[in-house]
Every structure is written in C-alpha cells, then in structure tokens.
T-cell receptor
Framework: GQQVMQIPQYQHVQEGEDFTTYCNSS?????IQWYKQRPGGHPVFLIQ?????EVKKQKRLTFQFGEAKKNSSLHITATQTTDVGTYFC??????????FGTGTRLTIIP | DTGVSQDPRHKITKRGQNVTFRCDPI?????LYWYRQTLGQGPEFLTY????????KSRLLSDRFSAERPKGSFSTLEIQRTEQGDSAMYLC??????????????FGDGTRLSIL
C-alpha cells in the first residue's frame, strides 16, 4: 500500500541544538506537506513541496524534497522551546488525500 | 477567518451506543476531510467531500461509520454501535479545492471519543 514512514519517532535535544526528521515513501509522491502539532493541539500546516529537489526555508526551518520525490526532510537550526511538538510529513500520491507519517515528537531540554 | 470548529470537544459513551460529531469548516473552503488519530500516530484519512459530494472513503471506514455534508457546508460523522477500538481523536479539516491534493488543510481541534 501507499505508506509514508517517518523517523525518528522521538527526538530529545538541548535547546540550541539542531533537529532533523526524515520522511520516506516506497513510491513516488506528487507532493509532500509538513505539519506541526503542539501537545494537546491540532496539526498546523507548515509548508508544501512539489518539485523534485526542492528546498524551502522558513526562518530556522529548512525543508527538502528528494530528487526522486520519495523522501523529504525537515531541519531546524538552533532549536527553541517554542519548537516543541510533533512534526508530521503528509504525502500525496496523485489523488486527493494526504497520507500522514507517524510523526517525530520533539522535546527540548532547556 | 474563524477557523474549523468541531463539536463536541469530548464524548464519552458506552460501547454499543451511537455517536455523532459535527464539523463546521472555513466558510469559503469547498473541501472537507475527516481523519482519525490515535495516540502516537499521525492522522489517518477516513473520507472527504467536495461540496456536498462524498468523493472517497477509506477502506478502514466500516459500515458503522457514515458521513454527510448535506448542503456543502457543515458535515457530520456518525458512528453506530460503537466499539472499544473506536476510541480516538476525530479530526476534521477543510481546504480549497486543488488538483492532486496540493492545498493546505486547516484542522479543527477535534472530538475526543472515549468508549467505556
């Protein structure tokens, strides 16, 4: 089936350290979206990547889409306590729905 | 933009009872999605509507589940004869229509269902 795998499941970092989460699909994606869910909250859209090899930046966040459009990553530079939450990738396989990864839960040690 | 609202926020019911949840999407959004999320997992697609038409249902959606969007605005999700495994957070999201699912989805706060 069409699945999106995400690693790691958990990541604990000291405040100021970098953080990366990785997303992989066994089949080519049409596009990929990234969402952030704060504890007790709902997923909030961060960004969408569409083109092969695309790189987008939002302040300290860098999003990449692989050349084969089968993988993606989110990198946060110099984490802050406000970055706490679970980061989900959500892949689209050319239909009208999103397939979410299992998420990476980021906790920050002050 | 008042956001996506869901009601109720929490629902506790006994096994075997029927429950119904409501979702009010962002007014100008013609797409509406239902997801289920369990602890430690990502949202799992259940079904989606474009206007009043239900265009896709997940194979995970058993016959006990039904969703409607009668006037293309709010939507309801009903679960009949609830089972323990139905305990989850039920999320609603809305978006503008786009090709290939490439529109950001805006989520509500969800309805947390607990089956006793």
């Amino acid at each position: 089936g069409q699945q999106v795998m995400q690693i790691p499941q958990y990541q604990h970092v000291q405040e100021g350290e970098d953080f990366t989460t990785y997303c992989n699909s066994s089949t080519t994606l049409s596009n990929i979206q990234w969402y952030k869910q704060r504890p007790g909250g709902h997923p909030v859209f961060l960004i969408q990547l569409v083109k092969s090899g695309e790189v987008k930046k939002q302040k300290r966040l860098t999003f990449q889409f692989g050349e084969a459009k089968k993988n993606s990553s989110l990198h946060i530079t110099a984490t802050q306590t406000t970055d706490v939450g679970t980061y989900f990738c959500a892949g689209n396989f050319g239909n009208e729905k999103l397939t979410f990864g299992t998420g990476t839960r980021l906790t920050i040690i002050p | 933009d008042t956001g996506v609202s869901q009601d109720p926020r929490h629902k506790i019911t006994k096994r075997g009872q029927n429950v119904t949840f409501r979702c009010d999407p962002i007014s100008e959004h013609n797409r509406l999605y239902w997801y289920r999320q369990t602890l430690g997992q990502g949202p799992e697609f259940l079904t989606y509507f474009q206007n009043e038409a239900q265009l896709e249902k997940s194979r995970l959606l058993s016959d006990r589940f039904s969703a409607e969007r009668p006037k293309g605005s709010f939507s309801t999700l009903e679960i009949q004869r609830t089972e323990q495994g139905d305990s989850a957070m039920y999320l609603c999201a809305s978006s503008l229509a786009g090709t290939g699912g490439n529109q950001p989805q805006h989520f509500g706060d969800g309805t947390r269902l607990s089956i006793l």
